[in-house]
Structures are given as C-alpha cells and as structure tokens.
C-alpha cells in the first residue's frame, strides 16, 4: 500500500550482471584484501543516491496533509520518471569524459555538486513552494525541482554502476550488487523513513520528547541542507583522494574492453536493432501494460489512508517490519526462478497480487469506520503490515521472475545495454498507470456542498465558495473505489489474453532474442 519508488526494478544493472558472469565463468573466488576500503567508498555512494529517491517519495505525503489534488499529485508523480528512462543518456554518459580525470569521476564529482547546490537551492524555497495555512503548494515548480533532482541521481547511479566495475577487482564485482541494494535501501529509509518521522511533531512529542514543541525534531529546509553540505564535502573527498583505475587497468582484460566500450552512435544503433525484434515488441508490450492491473493500489491507496485520518509518518514506519523481508524475498524467489522457466513463477504471482491489491482496497474503503474515534487501533496497523507484507511477497516474486527472465534472454553480445533497455521498460511500465490513475481520482470523483446543494466544488473557486457559506464539500462518490475496480477487472482479463503470450515467449530459443553487435560486424567483414 506505501508507494515506493526505490522499490521498483532498479535499470541500469545490467552491466554488473555481466561481470558477474564473467567472473563466474573463470571460478575466480572473492577476495577482499586490497577492496575493503573500495567497498565502503562505494557502498557509502549509493547510500548518497538514495537520499533524493527517498525525499521525492515523501514529498506526496506533505502535499496531501496540505490540501494538494490528486491532480497536482498526478503532476508530481512526473519526478519519479528519470530512473525509468535513464537508458536515454546512459551511453553519452558512457562515451565522453576526460581521461586524465576518470572516466566515472567525469560525470559523478560534477553531478553530485549539483545534487548539493539543488539541495541547498531547494532548502531557502521548498517551505513556500510547498504551501500550507491557506496558500497553495507550487506543483509545477515542485515537479521540475524534484525531476532534475531525480535526473541527477539517475546520472549518479549510471556513473556509479560503471565505476564499481573498475574499482572492485574482477573477482569481487559480485559485492557492487550487494552495495547497491544495501546501501540504497539504507539511503532510501534515511530520505523518507525516518525524514517524515522526524518532521512530524506528533511522533516527535510522543517517543522523543520529554516537553512537548509545535514542530517536529526537524523541517525539510533543514533535512535538505544537511544533505546538500554532505553531497559537496563526500564529493570534494572523493574528487581529491580516490583515484580512478584507468579502464585498460589490471582489471580490465581485452574481452571485456570489447564487449563493453562502444561508442555513442554504437551504443544506440544496439538500442533500435533490440526494439526492430518482434519478441522485444511483444514482451515490451506486456511490461507496459502489465502493471495498470496495479495502479489504483500502488499509486492512490496509502494517500487515501492519510485523507482518512492514518498520521503519515506511522504510515511511513509501516515500513521498517517489511524491510527484513525485502532483503530475504529475491533470495528465496530466486530458488525458484533459477531454471528455464522463470515466468511461470511470474504467471502464478499474478492471481495472488490481484487478490492483495483488492483487500487493500477494502481495507482504505474501510479505514474511516475503523478509526472513527480518531485513535489508530494497534490491531489496526498489524492488518496493514500483514496485508503489505503479504503483497510485497508476490510483488518480489513477480520481480525476480522477470529480472531472471532478462537475464535469460539478453544478448551478451552487447554487454549490459539490453538488461538496461529490458529493466527501463518494466519501470516505465510501473510509472505512467500510476501517473494516470493519480490524475483521473479527481476527474472521476463528485462531490456536493452540505450548504449548496448546486455546489458540485468541481474547481477550487467552488470550494473556497463552499467555505465561505460555512459548508464543506463532501464526497458523493469517491473515484478511487471505480479505478479499483476497473483495474481488478482489467487484470483478469490481461492475464487470460496475455498468459498465452508469454508463455510463447519463454519457449522461443536464445537465437531469437540475438542481436549482432557493431564489434562482431566489424568482425565478420
């Protein structure tokens, strides 16, 4: 029921999957002497890029406790999209940098100084943009900010993901995975866990304060300026004392140099030959449209139970007994997927999230009846963390499914780019059906004032009319409800037209999903 971003299938790993097959490949075993400090260093660099991820998730939860649409909130919903369509600007990042000063420090020193100065940017402005006490929050400027923002982080994490491939020695690039999960969970839960506990005064007061205050511990100006000085100081340490491997190091033999370093106009040429191939088209087809079955739960459900009253930052803590799980499920799943049929696992996950996505609908539906009193029932947050729990179980299953699915079928051949494309596709595939369920909740919703019966407060004149007559706009009939189930009822029958589809797919050989790279064309004349 908590919309969470970081959550979804991370792009851009396909390149250290690569690796980790070759390494595979050649039995070499890990060993750490000599990359201790290289893992800490990368580790603490993804702990940095999921602080932006982890604040643009809780920047939703401030606008709806100060009266932000679901329209603006659609609108909002823009700034999660960079990490879904990174794959557009991953090869210049890839091909053009300054030797002299690293191939990854080229794009991470000047990038993360610009996470810091939009930090610092943002925490003079965000209180005023944000609204609140009467005056309107500036959504457009919101989304723009908060996009670069997202746009930053996404170059940060394609010049990371590179950089682990040279600065860990072969043997040990098995643990740029492990960083990369663990350190962006870790900066995930500090940018939105534990930023939206700590704003908020009513937890603040109640377990951390001896002498209850009117605001929280801390403000997102304040949040946001912490982490801007921490961006700079981390990058000037970086810039200054950690040396790039030069990419024809030790590190790096001849075969990898050749699979890997294609140039720009290489690089997207690989990009449309993938996209010409009929079951690239098909299975493209079915990871856009696979997650619109979704929406209505993923995206609405937990603003919904802050309109009804459940405190956001509880909300968030929900959070914290899951996170055990998330980390154990890919390896559980993965048991399960380690064969020639991945998706079957993925077909039967399909049912059981359909059926979860329903109970939490009903039990938003339920929610003002069930804390009418105004106090939260303990019982009441064990039923949401048991449902959340249950639904994270499928949705990972789901998840790995497909992560194995594309390992698979990628070509190797061309490196990481066609995991890339694959993992950009599932994540687009998860944004934009939340992006149009969020904007059609106030479309599909109508509403009447209690002291105008001709007063439907369709636009925010009518409300502030309503208002004025001392009335309120009460909801008639709440669109959400009629999105849930338009999803439930379109997942059904997605999954009865396209189970076949899939199940084609997974039977094609490996030859059908090849493509040739420019090298071996070069290779073949």
Same mark, same amino acid.
């Given at each position: 029921?908590? =919309? ?160 682990? /491939? ?29 930023? #939206? ?31 801007? #000085?921490?961006? #700079? ?15 024809? *190091?030790?590190?790096? *033999? ?26 690239? $088209?098909?299975?493209?087809? #079915? ?24 405190? =956001?930052? =509880? ?31 993925? /077909? ?77 596709? &599932? ?32 636009? =925010?004149?009518?409300? $502030? ?7 309120? &706009? ?52």
């Amino acid at each position: 029921m908590s =919309k969470r971003r970081r959550g979804q299938p991370n792009d851009g790993r396909g390149e250290l999957v690569e690796s980790m097959a070759d390494a595979e490949d050649k039995h070499e075993k890990p060993d750490l002497r000599g990359d201790r400090r290289n893992i800490a260093i990368l580790l603490f660099l993804y702990v940095l890029q999921g602080i932006p991820i982890g604040l643009i998730a809780a920047v939703p939860m401030l606008l709806q406790n100060r009266g932000a649409s679901y329209k603006q909130q659609a609108e909002f919903s823009f700034a999660y999209w960079p990490f879904s369509i990174k794959l557009l600007w991953a090869p210049i990042v890839d091909s053009l940098y300054v030797r002299r000063f690293g191939r990854r420090k080229s794009w991470l020193v000047p990038v993360q100084y610009l996470l810091g100065g939009f930090m610092l940017l943002l925490s003079a402005h965000v209180d005023r943009w944000l609204g609140g006490d009467g005056v309107d929050p500036n959504v457009p400027l919101l989304t723009l900010l908060f996009f670069v923002l997202n746009f930053l982080a996404a170059t940060q994490d394609i010049a990371v993901d590179g950089w682990a /491939l040279t600065m860990l020695k072969r043997c040990n690039v098995g643990y740029a995975s492990t960083c990369n999960s663990v350190g962006q969970t870790a900066g995930y839960f500090l940018g939105y866990v534990v930023f #939206i506990a700590l704003e908020s005064k009513d937890f603040c007061n109640s377990y951390l304060r001896d002498v209850p205050a009117d605001a929280g511990m801390i403000t997102l100006p304040r949040f946001l300026w912490f982490w801007g #000085i921490t961006f #700079i100081v981390a990058t000037t340490l970086v810039a200054l004392f950690k040396k790039e491997n030069d990419i024809t *190091d030790a590190h790096t *033999d001849a075969r990898y140099k050749e699979e890997h370093e294609l140039n720009i106009q290489e690089s997207y040429k690989v990009l449309w030959d993938m996209v010409r191939k009929r079951p690239v $088209q098909i299975l493209a087809a #079915i990871l856009l449209t696979v997650k619109v079955t979704f929406a209505a739960s993923d995206g609405v459900t937990s603003l919904k139970l802050i309109d009804a009253g459940v405190p =956001k930052e =509880k909300l968030a803590l929900l959070a914290i007994p899951v996170i055990p799980l998330q980390l154990i499920l890919p390896i559980i799943v993965g048991k399960y997927t380690n064969g020639p049929r991945p998706m079957d696992l993925y /077909l039967r996950a399909i049912p059981w999230r359909i059926a979860l996505a329903t109970v939490a609908t009903l039990i938003a539906y339920a929610t003002p009846y069930l804390i009418s009193g105004g106090e939260v029932p303990v019982y009441y947050y064990v039923l949401l963390v048991v449902s959340y729990g249950c639904y994270q179980v499928f949705l990972y299953s789901m998840f790995v499914a497909a992560m194995a699915f594309f390992a698979k079928i990628s070509d190797p051949a061309v490196g990481g780019t066609y995991m890339t494309f694959l993992n950009t596709l &599932c994540n687009l595939g998860g944004n934009w059906p939340n992006t149009v369920v969020l904007w059609l909740v106030d479309v599909l919703t109508w509403k009447k004032c209690t002291t105008q019966p001709d007063n439907t407060c369709l636009s =925010k004149e009518d409300q $502030q009319e309503c208002t004025k007559s001392t009335g309120k &706009c009460e909801i008639v009939f709440d669109g959400y409800y009629l999105e849930a189930i338009v999803c439930v009822v379109y997942g059904i029958i997605w999954l009865l037209v396209v189970r076949k589809w899939i199940r084609h797919l997974q039977n094609l050989p490996t030859r059908a999903w090849m493509v040739v790279s420019p090298t071996a064309k070069n290779k073949l004349r």
